[in-house]
């Protein structure tokens, strides 16, 4: 839920800054934000926050704490209500999730969130470099 908030007030802060133009293709926006600062943003809002809240402080378990988990990645994404959209990022964040907790349970907290920014930012460079070729 905070990455939901916090990924709308930065679309409602550039929503009134460019009101009749997209924001500006910089480096940052296009290379920077989603392969670097999007995925270790995410991955400690969408995974570990949830994970240690739900799993070891309420006990909830880890299938249950995975939906939440994947439902929170969806939502964090601005789906704009469209159903293939959510089911994408569902799937991802439950991918996502998945090699999370069984890394963090087999290993440490350190290597799981490691390995998690790292899928994701091969996943969102894989993303942009299609998105920039075709």
């Given at each position: ?21 997209s924001?500006?293709?910089?480096i ?20 570990v ?11 909830i ?13 969806s ?17 991802a964040?439950?991918?996502l ?5 069984k890394l ?6 350190i ?7 790292l ?14 070729i075709?």
């Amino acid at each position: 839920m905070l990455s939901f908030f916090i990924v709308n007030g930065i679309d409602y802060y550039f929503e009134i800054l460019y009101q009749y133009q997209s924001p500006p293709k910089t480096i940052y926006n296009e290379i920077v934000a989603p392969i670097i600062v999007a995925p270790v943003v995410e991955t400690i809002i969408n995974l570990v926050i949830p994970y240690l809240v739900l799993s070891r402080f309420l006990g909830i378990n880890n299938f249950f704490t995975l939906i939440i988990i994947a439902v929170s990645f969806s939502l964090a994404h601005k789906t704009h209500y469209d159903l293939y959209e959510f089911l994408y990022f569902f799937i991802a964040g439950s991918v996502l999730g998945w090699y999370f907790i069984k890394l963090y349970e087999n290993g440490s907290m350190i290597h799981a969130i490691i390995v998690s920014i790292l899928l994701h930012s091969i996943f969102n460079l894989t993303v942009t470099a299609l998105i920039h070729i075709f």
